[in-house]
């Protein structure tokens, strides 16, 4: 069995490398954060599915609009407030031009992906479904895209089903097929698994749910900094996302949806800002996509949340997909050439991922250990406790990769790993 360092290599030497032009020490000065010791280590940062750092543009951002423009939006007359509309409404075109929507109306904002799935749930399902009716999901699902689909489910009648996954951590899509029927009112599926690191085959179960005439929300919490997302491209009916997983403010998010479903549906909240007018006898309600952001918004959040996308729209995307496939790559390799190492969640097609086991060590233990290093991974469940029972285990250690990290840095958390193994074997 070769070491983690050959394995490193040999890695190395196999990877087609168009990752060779992105440059990470320019990336990482970016990243003020990023110089903090961390039990008098340098921090090694690979808790990035969990949620990103903050570059200094939006860093620079946030303290901009509090220290200049600080007013809330959409209501006075006075030029702060003139100011911060602007720059929420700006924000919003970026995140448009990011997702490829068609047209800004398009793009609500949310808190986060959570909340862009339960106002799916709450808003399209709630007001469609009826008993007998389904809803298809995954089972590598993040428990955000589960429960508010039971909760819809108790509401209405409606039973939620689940498509299989391969021990690799591959979708079944012949389950899939075999699953769409004539009840099925909406697929909601993940795009990348946080668990699995899996990037599923979305472009193919939104053809087949199409094919039927059924909608299909998607998972993007994941995807968004790591894949080119187009949701022209994809036709999905929903795209939810969460600005903290893409270097942006937490609390922050945006859901894509089709206009002409976001016009039929009712509102998610009421309150001020989503009306037209109000009277006792009736109230209408606000054009798009007003309508569903009722009360005072995260103003300060989403001005973050554009400078995220900006900062993130300065780089190609494909250069980010290759720079973290390589860091995915050494880091397999390295730690399946650990003796007792399992890593769990191998489909050939992956992103920023890599979930593993250790005979005999909880995984709570190789977190701990590894911040004693300076190595931030997260241990647990991952919010998708359903993987976890499918593959048997009650936890993973998980490490996440994302634009500013090294390749010394997965050398130095491979040897991390390879310190556990060496005080519990
Ligand atoms: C795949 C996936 N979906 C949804 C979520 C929920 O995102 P948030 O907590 O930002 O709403 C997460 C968060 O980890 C996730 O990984």
């Not at 599923?200 to 749910?209: C, D, G, K, N, S």
């Amino acid at each position: 069995m070769s070491s983690p360092l050959q394995a490193l290599d040999q890695a190395s030497n196999q990877a087609a490398n168009p990752a060779a032009t992105f440059d990470v020490a320019a990336v990482r000065a970016d990243f003020p954060i990023l110089r903090e010791q961390v039990h008098g280590k340098p921090l090694v940062y690979l808790d990035n599915a969990n949620t990103t750092q903050k570059p200094t543009p939006v860093l620079d951002a946030l303290q901009h609009y509090y220290e200049h423009d600080n007013a809330n939006i959409h209501r006075a007359t006075h030029l702060l407030s003139e100011r911060a509309t602007k720059a929420y409404e700006g924000a919003r075109e970026k995140v448009r031009r990011f997702i490829n929507a068609r047209e800004s109306a398009e793009v609500l904002y949310t808190r986060g992906c959570t909340d862009g799935l339960n106002l799916i749930a709450q808003s399209f399902a709630r007001s469609r479904l009826k008993a007998g009716d389904e809803i298809l999901v995954s089972w590598m699902e993040h428990h955000s895209n589960i429960v508010p689909w039971q909760m819809v489910c108790e509401q209405t009648g409606a039973t939620l089903k689940v498509v299989p996954i391969t021990d690799d951590g591959e979708l079944r899509l012949d389950e899939l097929e075999r699953l769409l029927s004539d009840r099925t009112r909406l697929v909601s599926i993940i795009h990348v698994s946080n668990s699995l690191g899996t990037i599923t085959p979305i472009e193919r179960i939104i053809a087949l749910a199409h094919a039927r005439g059924i909608p299909v929300a998607v998972d993007g919490a994941q995807a968004a900094a790591h894949l080119r997302v187009d949701v022209q491209a994809l036709d999905c009916e929903f795209y939810a996302f969460s600005a903290h997983k893409m270097y942006g403010p937490s609390g922050i998010g945006a859901l894509y949806g089709k206009r002409a479903l976001l016009e039929s549906m009712p509102p998610y909240q009421g309150g001020g800002d989503m009306i037209a007018s109000v009277t006792f006898e009736k109230t209408t309600y606000n054009t798009l996509p007003h309508k569903f952001e009722a009360g005072t918004p995260n103003i300060a959040g989403v001005v973050g949340f554009g400078a995220a996308v900006e900062y993130l729209s300065g780089f190609d995307m494909q250069a980010i997909a290759a720079h973290e496939h390589e860091l995915q790559a050494r880091a397999t390799a390295a730690l399946e050439a650990i003796n007792g190492v399992h890593v769990i969640g191998k489909a050939p097609r992956k992103a920023g991922v890599l979930s593993f086991v250790m005979d005999g060590v909880h995984p709570h233990d190789i977190g701990t250990i590894l911040d004693r290093e300076g190595v931030a991974i997260r241990t647990g469940q991952h919010c998708a406790q359903p993987v976890m029972d499918r593959y048997g285990v009650p936890a993973t250690a998980r490490a996440s990769f994302a634009i500013y990290n090294t390749h010394e840095e997965i050398e130095i958390f491979a040897r991390a790993v390879s310190k556990v193994g060496a005080m519990f074997g």
